[in-house]
């Protein structure tokens, strides 16, 4: 995986000026690791781009109020990237002192290397709030209302099932996000969504998929529990 957060850039919003490279002396305590980025490239990206965000800092050093003020490629999903990965900032001290006005922060997309992106579908559940997985959304992370995303590449079938898939990557680590997309694949709750119109495949049919699982909505009937389709296998 080629390095990302080295892109990362920081200004002050008064005057624009450059605060510091992040290959020398961090103004980050915390930033998007290289999985975080990877992930987070749009699925509609076609090649490297950023954005460029404006955002106020809070008392703990977190990031807030941010908008898009620009970026490349438009209506390809940069800015939304961008926007996706502001909750793994936390500034350091005497950042947030010196920027009470706020910052401006450009984030760098580098597209990932492996196979072409494709569109998955997955089968209906009865689990409001918990996207596309539904059952096998990871007990813990669930219960600990964790969201989380996948890379996986996999060989598609003629009839659009997903077989021999690997994790590319999964952000974050350890919550059971890969072990529980694997799981759908070989149980063809997600498989392959048609070609577009002109969309080619590669020749040996492995295909990139992403996989969201969504910050689980808080519910006080399910504290503490997954509610389990009766019709579904995990």
Request: with cysteine; hydrophobic share 40%.
């Amino acid at each position: 995986m080629r390095a990302t957060t080295k892109f990362i850039a920081l200004w002050a919003v008064a005057c624009g000026v450059l605060l510091a490279d992040p290959a020398e002396t961090s103004p980050w305590l915390q930033q998007p690791s290289d999985v975080d980025l990877a992930t987070a490239y749009p699925a509609g990206g076609e090649s490297d781009g950023w954005a460029r965000l404006e955002c106020r800092i809070d008392g703990t050093g977190a990031l807030g109020a941010c908008g898009v003020l620009d970026e490349s490629h438009p209506g390809q999903g940069f800015g939304a990237a961008a926007l996706s990965l502001v909750a793994k900032f936390r500034a350091a001290p005497g950042l947030a002192a010196s920027n009470a006005g706020g910052v401006r922060l450009r984030l760098d997309f580098l597209k990932p290397e492996g196979p072409p992106f494709r569109d998955a579908v997955f089968k209906t559940g009865s689990h409001r709030g918990l996207g596309p997985p539904g059952p096998y959304f990871p007990d813990r992370a669930f219960r600990m209302r964790q969201g989380g995303v996948v890379l996986t590449d996999c060989r598609v079938t003629d009839r659009g099932l997903l077989r021999d898939c690997r994790i590319a990557a999964v952000a974050p680590a350890g919550w059971g996000f890969d072990e529980a997309t694997l799981r759908m694949a070989l149980t063809n709750w997600m498989t392959a969504a048609p070609l577009r119109d002109g969309q080619a495949g590669p020749a040996d049919q492995v295909w990139r998929f992403r996989v969201d699982f969504p910050r689980p909505p808080y519910d006080a009937r399910m504290h503490g529990r997954l509610p389990r389709d009766p019709g579904a296998t995990p």
